[in-house]
């Protein structure tokens, strides 16, 4: 499919998000225009995307199971959107196929079942992680941890020692493309020659990257090839709800799915069944074509603007976030902080700000000028336990504690995560608020406005008439 490319046009992007003039409540009372700068958590939908959906629901019906013309238009939207998306990452639709599920960590389960692994194998992920890259593995094979350094870099020469150590075991590398964490890009080349050497295929992480920089999964030949990519449409401006797996066609043809049903069949008699071709075999069920449709609506629009120019943006933005935070004196940021070393990294930023705990700055954020981060730990526990130079008994002491039901003085982080339409005057008002906090917190006027519960481990103002469960009523 072949888009034309109109180039990035920021503002129309900013003005194409839906929600971007939201006013939400604050603290002192009355409201104020949000800012978002939680996006590597879901981002906000995009107008175009909600249209096409809203276009494509007069058609809307079953899929591969109705004789009716708005089954057979929704057949054909739904089989579209995987060549859509697959041509996106330029996969090799001839020997790789494209199976959509609900999200990038159901994808990575479904892979980690599909592999056929054995106890005795191993597989080669690595200490930065998302939970999601990292839990399904357990209970399928060895892992092996491909260590970071003290700034969350990937270790490459580990990469390369563990590689040959597990020779013969070894089954999959398994990275991120980016960390939701530190926004630390991995060397996606580097790594999948390292492990094409040793014939061991690639699983790439793609959540936090396929969403900000073009990707090229390569021809199968190509010792740079990705052999697997997941990623999730919900940190991609389309929240309808489609998971991304692509890889080699064999790998799902050997043997019977994980998940069985209806759909995934060409012949079931009393005593035998044979499994539909792909990706029908693999997407178990009524499909969500809503959701395949908003992907592939959302696919189109950024191939339009052209995924080079929103990289080279939000590297821009990226850039002008660590000159800011770098004014906050007693403001810590993880990782690559240097705002002219961006080709490492994407638009993910995280920090600490001295004395004041992560949990209090990110609710004084929402609160005190409605800014939207995230704080804790991210689901990446055991990359941030790592940047914080905890120790393991310090660790053990944490989950005693947390076992009790006592949440306070988690360790944690603030985490900003940027995307193509925010802006310099987004990160301006982050800034000038994180000045605000620092100087509340220095007076004790932020220990005086928000309370703190030990079993939620969240802060809350004191005295605010807003509540979210008035906004948004079923009836
Ligand atoms: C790097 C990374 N991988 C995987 C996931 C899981 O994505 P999802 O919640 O869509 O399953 C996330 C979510 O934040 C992530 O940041």
């Not at 890889?247 to 998940?259: I, K």
């Not at 703190?452 to 004191?462: D, E, I, K, L, V």
Request: hydrophobic share 35%; with cysteine; net charge positive.
């Amino acid at each position: 499919m072949f888009f034309f490319k109109e180039g990035f046009n920021q503002a129309k992007f900013r003005r194409d998000i839906v929600g971007i003039n939201k006013k939400v409540p604050l603290i002192k009372g009355g409201y104020k225009t949000c800012v978002n700068l939680d996006n590597a958590a879901s981002t906000p939908v995009l107008r175009p995307v909600l249209y096409k959906v809203n276009e494509f629901m007069d058609w809307y019906s079953s899929v591969h199971r109705g004789t009716g013309f708005k089954s057979q238009v929704s057949t054909h939207v739904y089989d579209t959107a995987h060549t859509i998306v697959g041509e996106f990452v330029k996969a090799d639709l001839k020997s790789n196929c494209v199976i959509f599920v609900k999200n990038a960590t159901e994808a990575v389960n479904k892979i980690s079942y599909r592999l056929g692994l054995s106890k005795d194998d191993i597989v080669l992920t690595t200490l930065m992680e998302h939970h999601s890259n990292d839990l399904p593995w357990r209970s399928k094979a060895q892992r092996v941890y491909v260590d970071v350094d003290g700034s969350g870099a990937l270790d490459y020469t580990d990469l390369e020692n563990k590689i040959k150590r597990c020779r013969g075991r070894l089954k999959l590398v398994s990275v991120s493309g980016a960390s939701n964490v530190t926004g630390y890009k991995s060397d996606l080349s580097r790594i999948a020659l390292m492990a094409h050497r040793e014939g061991v295929p690639v699983l790439v992480d793609g959540a936090q990257l396929v969403p900000h920089s073009p990707l090229d999964m390569k021809p199968d030949r190509h010792p740079e090839h990705i052999d697997y990519l997941v990623f999730s449409a919900h940190k991609m401006y389309a929240p309808f709800g489609t998971g991304v797996l692509i890889g080699p066609r064999r790998t799902f043809l050997r043997d019977a799915p994980e998940y069985t049903g209806g759909g995934t069949i060409n012949i079931v008699t009393r005593e035998s069944v044979e499994w539909a071709g792909l990706p029908d075999r693999e997407e178990a069920g009524s499909p969500n074509v809503v959701g395949a449709v908003a992907l592939a609506a959302v696919i189109q629009y950024l191939s339009k603007q052209d995924m080079k120019s929103i990289e080279n943006y939000e590297k821009e933005l990226t850039s002008y976030i660590l000159k800011k935070l770098k004014e906050i004196k007693g403001l810590r940021v993880y990782g690559e902080n240097d705002p002219s070393r961006l080709q490492n990294r994407v638009g993910v930023v995280t920090f600490n700000l001295d004395g004041v705990p992560h949990g209090l700055v990110a609710a004084a954020l929402a609160w005190e000028d409605g800014i939207a981060v995230r704080n804790g730990c991210f689901c990446a526990q055991p990359y941030l336990l790592n940047l914080l130079g905890l120790k393991q008994h310090q660790v053990s002491q944490l989950v005693f504690k947390k076992k009790t039901g006592d949440l306070s003085n988690m360790p944690g982080m603030v985490r900003v995560s940027l995307a193509a339409y925010n802006n310099r005057s987004d990160v301006d008002r982050l800034a000038a608020c994180l000045q605000k906090i620092k100087s509340m917190a220095k007076s004790g006027q932020l220990a005086k406005r928000y309370t703190f519960s030990r079993q939620t481990g969240t802060y809350y103002p004191r005295d605010t008439k807003a509540d979210p469960k008035d906004i948004f009523k079923f009836h």
